[in-house]
């Protein structure tokens, strides 16, 4: 297998169940940990829109949700604000949307993890979580072919099959494993101690 | 990578097509949403690749025009983000009362539903008639359909929900008259609206007015014309006028930013301070 830049971004995606897969895998992460991550999960529309806080709750790194033109840092969590697609533009720095939904769905997972495959390439790791549509393996797909880490939820753990079922089709070779394990992944790649 | 840079030369050749030959500047438009609008237009409209649907437009009218749609859509709802328009109403219109006339622009229009928004937020709130509003917008298709004011009647009765969240007084059903399928904005609303053909990118500011409201609109251009679009606003607005934007813009990020401060700041309505 070829040499991996480090990991310098981790994008992630879910829906139905997504929440709580996410909430097993950010603990992991350390407050300075060395990498961006992004974050799309489909919610309801609301107002004040409470999923940072909750993903703040359950992660030592910063979280806030993302803002158009803010140029992208290491060691924040930017989540995407309900009914925007968030996509990552040159700098790199975030870009919002409000253009047509995909897979009737914005924020879309694929958006963004096709937008971050092509600023990152194979420094990019993207999480397909639990969810019930089929978002997220197209963009899944694209960044395996621009040479970033895959990984996918286990099926069984996920209270919505069909988005991870999705993913790993889409995919050659994405990692599946159970949420409790995508954690210590993420953090042995980025610290350079992955098998 | 060599693929991106390849087809980002690609994407400028269409662009200066688009500016030479049909006067329409994209040029600064944020790339990364460019880009998949682009690709949506190549699958949709039935091309094999960017360079064949350039070909085509740079000769063909009608293409032109289906490009233009893809490239300016925007999503456009009644009373969009309530809390917006409620703001406006309990935090900004007790100030707006106090002038004799009033002046609103809103800028990127699409096909109007803002506009007729802030006509019935007005209406309701007795400034309407002595209020103009200025609705402009780069699509002329667009401009057409708001100038029109007929919607599809399912929409209007899902804009409800929307309307009463925001603080509407009334029915919103007062405001227009269902014909068959469709919604036609009652005559009130649409005698004060003057829908007109307007570039932010090209254009220069045509009145002073009291408020802005550009919604979801400056999140497609990119730093550079995003600054010029706000300096334009800021040039546009009276003494400590208003403006207003999208749920999730700012003028944090934006060279400028500085001649506004936060008036209202969870529904992101600034006022000119400079």
């Known amino acids: 297998m070829a040499a991996h830049p480090p990991l310098r971004a981790l994008a992630i995606g879910g829906s139905a169940g997504g929440l709580d897969a996410l909430t097993q895998i950010l603990p992991h992460l350390p407050a300075r940990a060395p990498l961006a991550v992004f974050v799309v999960l489909h919610v309801r529309r609301q107002r004040p829109s409470i999923l940072a806080d909750i993903v703040a709750s359950h992660c030592g790194m910063e979280v806030h949700e993302a803002e158009d033109k803010e140029p ?124 | 990578m060599a693929a991106t840079a390849s087809h980002d ?8 097509t688009l500016f030479r030959v049909h006067h329409y500047d994209f040029r600064a438009y944020s790339r990364v949403s460019l880009r998949r609008r682009l690709a949506a237009a190549v699958e949709r409209l039935g091309y094999a690749d960017l360079a064949a649907l350039h070909a085509h437009v740079a000769r063909d009218g009608t293409v032109f025009n289906r490009l233009l749609g893809f490239l300016t859509v925007q999503v456009s709802e009644m009373f969009r983000d309530p809390h917006y328009f409620l703001a406006l109403r309990e935090s900004v219109v007790p100030l707006l009362s106090t002038y004799p006339s009033l002046r609103v622009w809103v800028a990127g229009c699409s096909s109007g539903e803002e506009a007729y928004s802030l006509a019935i ?20 298709v ?8 007929i919607y599809p009647v399912e929409a209007m009765r899902a804009y409800t929900t929307n309307y009463q969240q925001a603080g509407g007084k009334a029915s919103l059903s007062d405001y ?38 550009c919604r979801n609109v400056l999140i497609y251009f990119d730093a550079k014309l995003q600054a ?21 813009e700012s003028v944090r990020f934006t060279a400028g930013g500085d001649r506004f401060a936060d008036f209202a700041r969870e529904d992101r309505i600034f006022r000119k301070v400079a």
Do not use: W
């Open chain 2, 176 to 213: 227009y008259t269902a014909a068959y399928d469709n919604a036609v904005m009652s005559r009130p609303m649409r005698e004060r609206i003057t829908f007109a053909d307007h570039s932010l990118a090209t254009d220069t500011v045509f009145a002073e007015v009291h408020l802005v409201s």
């Open chain 2, 228 to 248: 010029h679009a706000l300096g334009l606003f800021a040039d546009a607005l009276c003494r400590r006028g208003f403006l207003g934007l999208g749920a999730r």
């Open chain 2, 121 to 140: 937020l007005l209406h309701e709130e007795g400034l309407l008639e002595r209020t103009m509003i200025y609705a402009t917008d780069i699509n002329p």
């Open chain 2, 142 to 149: 667009a401009l057409e359909k708001a100038a029109a004011g």
């Open chain 2, 9 to 16: 030369a690609e994407v400028d050749a269409l662009l200066d």
């Open chain 1, 72 to 195: 992208v840092r290491a060691g924040v969590v930017y989540v995407a604000p309900p009914d925007y697609h968030l996509l990552i533009a040159d700098g790199p720095s975030i870009a919002l949307s409000v253009d047509d939904a995909i897979h009737f769905s914005r924020p879309s997972i694929d958006a963004l993890f096709e937008t971050a495959a092509e600023q990152y390439g194979p420094a990019l790791a993207g999480i397909v979580l639990s969810g019930a549509n089929a978002d997220g393996a197209a963009g899944l797909a694209a960044i395996e072919r621009q040479g970033g880490r895959v990984f996918v939820q286990e099926p069984a753990t996920a209270q919505a099959r069909e988005m991870v079922e999705a993913a790993a089709a889409a995919t050659r070779a994405a990692t599946i494993a159970p949420p409790a394990a995508l954690g210590p992944a993420i953090v042995a790649l980025m610290t350079g101690t992955a098998a």
